[in-house]
């Protein structure tokens, strides 16, 4: 009886250890280009914005789950914010738009191995991105209007990173995203969503990500 307690013992703490070794944390900060721009009123001129642009943080983990492939999920906050201001002599004249999102990232991703040095390897991968609730507060010449919620959306992503040795622990990966991603309007304040525009009716937030990543062996 104790020979088979220690075994399993034993074996479950074998399968502790491998899981552990086959976990990675990761930490990203990106830069974000939208594809579709609109415009405000700014002082009878326009004030361009996008909001698949913006800068965005991720935290998360990937699982080494054989041959180089891994499966990862991270949790992510975007912030976009155009702005302009005008001194003069009645004050400051402002513009702004800005619209944040809270969004999980999810998929798979390929590490093509290119040696045990700095220059470790390229990573290439796939994946959804899911946006919770987002919201978009527009000001116009220092008036402002209600914000304006958006549904959760789904859309997905495409990858490329290198991945650079810093350490047995320790990897850096600077990489470029594609993002598609498109949501719909659930309110307008007290009004009524259909006075909107198409292009706030339905957000575009699909875009290009410059990014460096921080990846932490466990």
Known sequence: MKKNLFSLIAVFAFFNLGFAQEVNLIGRLNGSIGFNYDSVDYNGGSLAYSPGGGMGLEVGAEYHMFKGLYGYGTLGFQYNLALQLQSGTEGSNKSSVTFNRTFFTFGVHKLFKLSENTLHGLV???????????????????VSGDPIEYKPGLGFHLDARLRLKLSDKFFLEPGIRYRQLELDVKSFG???TDILPPYLRELNTSGIEISVSVIKKL
């Open 190 to 192: 007290n009004n009524s």
């Open 124 to 142: 290439i991968g796939a994946g959804g991105n899911y946006s919770l609730p987002g919201k978009l507060k527009i000001t116009q010449n220092d």
